[in-house]
T-cell receptor, first 112, second 117 residues
Framework: GNSVTQMEGPVTLSEEAFLTINCTYT??????LFWYVQYPGEGLQLLLK?????DKGSNKGFEATYRKETTSFHLEKGSVQVSDSAVYFC???????????FGTGTRLQVTL | GAVVSQHPSWVICKSGTSVKIECRSL??????MFWYRQFPKQSLMLMAT?????????EQGVEKDKFLINHASLTLSTLTVTSAHPEDSSFYIC?????????????FGDGTRLSIL
């Protein structure tokens, strides 16, 4: 079956530090990959996506590259801000039913 | 654009009562809506998928008689938790997708926190 594995959090960084949140996946076929962000008490917002191998998704300074050879989709940002504090979910999408499979989420806390 | 409104945002009720949660797409027609459940500090678990005008497809282990889903229009889906008990307390999130292909993004509501006393 499909699964997504994320690094355990929480991740605590100082403002302007470099961020990496690891994500690896197991899937049948060729999935599309996503990163979602969830701010406290809110639903999820799509942060970025990649639909095929070697694609790079980017948004708001975040980026992630679809690596088929390592089945990974690590999230990176060069300089985090306090406002980036949230929970980040890696997810994949396969099949015609469009069921998203989520990782367990990684909480990011950015301090001044 | 692509706003999904979920109501109520928080509900507290006594054990044994039924609770209805609404999910509305405000500026697009949602041919497919999804209902998720999220336990504290855990990921989202898909409960069911509903297409407008047809019966919902429930994931394995989800009681369809317990969690009633209606998707009667292209802008509204409802989840009713029937005879709720404390173990049903959770954060419920809906998402909606506007036609297209499976790659068409799902847009998420802000969630409903359900607490059963």
């Amino acid at each position: 079956g499909n699964s997504v594995t994320q690094m355990e959090g929480p991740v605590t960084l100082s403002e302007e530090a470099f961020l990496t949140i690891n994500c690896t996946y197991t899937a049948t076929g060729y999935p599309s990959l996503f990163w979602y962000v969830q701010y406290p008490g809110e639903g999820l917002q799509l942060l970025l996506k990649a639909t095929k191998a070697d694609d790079k998704g980017s948004n708001k300074g975040f980026e992630a590259t679809y690596r088929k050879e390592t089945t990974s989709f690590h999230l990176e940002k060069g300089s985090v801000q306090v406002s980036d504090s949230a929970v980040y979910f890696c997810a994949l999408l396969t099949g015609t039913a469009s069921k998203l499979t989520f990782g367990t989420g990684t909480r990011l806390q950015v301090t001044l | 654009g692509a706003v999904v409104s979920q109501h109520p945002s928080w509900v507290i009720c006594k054990s044994g009562t039924s609770v209805k949660i609404e999910c509305r797409s405000l500026d697009f027609q949602a041919t497919t809506m999804f209902w998720y459940r999220q336990f504290p500090k855990q990921s989202l678990m898909l409960m069911a998928t509903s297409n407008e005008g047809s019966k919902a497809t429930y994931e394995q282990g989800v009681e369809k008689d317990k969690f009633l889903i209606n998707h009667a229009s292209l802008t509204l889906s409802t989840l009713t938790v029937t005879s709720a008990h404390p173990e049903d307390s959770s954060f419920y999130i809906c998402s909606a997708r506007e036609g297209g292909t499976r790659l068409t993004p799902q847009h998420f509501g802000d969630g409903t926190r359900l607490s059963i006393l």
